[in-house]
T-cell receptor, first 114, second 115 residues
């Protein structure tokens, strides 16, 4: 079974501050994919990134960056210079290769205060 | 639009009634998934369809829940004799298929409230 833990339930930051969301996972599978999704108030889950377990290269996309560390089973997400539009719930998820279901964490509610 | 669509967006029903929720996947996507998002349980997998294969129903919480996918496209999730604990957001997702590299794209969800 897979387990994804996002310990911080709600995080409030002032606009332009950086915010890091922690994601720790457990799986017995040797190959798997990790994902981050954003859920704005409208409710739709928006795909942000997919990372393969065999590729530990970190990635940056604009103000978003991800730090994957297989040794600590973590896949953390940082928003740099946060903006009000970043206010949303962010979900980390895991899917083993060959398994079709996503296992989600409980989500991080990010509130960016103007 | 080109995304996953779901209807209705909101549904209020009385306990004991049956409800049907509809999902229209992204055109060309052969895999379709249903998830449930509730306050207490977070996001939970319900069922998965891939082409003409038998669906993976292992996430359905009880025999009151069923789903079908007609013509390999639109899917309907049916909840019979609804209970208050069925109140949740029901999310549908689709993906290209069951290749090694698959990303699921989600619809806006149906918010179900059982009174």
């Amino acid at each position: 079974a897979q387990k994804v833990t996002q310990a911080q339930t709600e995080i409030s930051v002032v606009e332009k501050e950086d915010v890091t969301l922690d994601c720790v996972y457990e799986t017995r599978d040797t190959t798997y994919y990790l994902f981050w999704y954003k859920q704005p108030p409208s409710g739709e889950l928006v795909f942000l990134i997919r990372r393969n377990s065999f590729d530990e290269q970190n990635e940056i996309s604009g103000r978003y960056s991800w730090n994957f560390q297989k040794s600590t089973s973590s896949f953390n997400f940082t928003i740099t210079a946060s903006q009000v539009v970043d206010s949303a719930v962010y979900f980390c998820a895991l899917r083993p290769v060959g398994n079709n279901r996503l296992a989600f964490g409980k989500g991080n509610q990010v509130v960016v205060i103007p | 639009g080109a995304g996953v669509s779901q209807s209705p967006s909101n549904k209020v029903t009385e306990k004991g009634k049956d409800v049907e929720l509809r999902c229209d996947p992204i055109s060309g996507h052969t895999a379709l998934y249903w998830y449930r998002q509730s306050l207490g349980q977070g996001l939970e997998f319900l069922i998965y369809f891939q082409g003409n294969s038998a669906p993976d129903k292992s996430g359905l919480p009880s025999d009151r829940f069923s789903a079908e996918r007609t013509g390999g496209s639109v899917s309907t999730l049916t909840i019979q004799r609804t209970q208050q604990e069925d109140s949740a957001v029901y999310l549908c997702a689709s993906s290209l298929g069951t290749g090694r590299v698959e990303t699921q794209y989600f619809g806006p969800g149906t918010r179900l409230l059982v009174l």
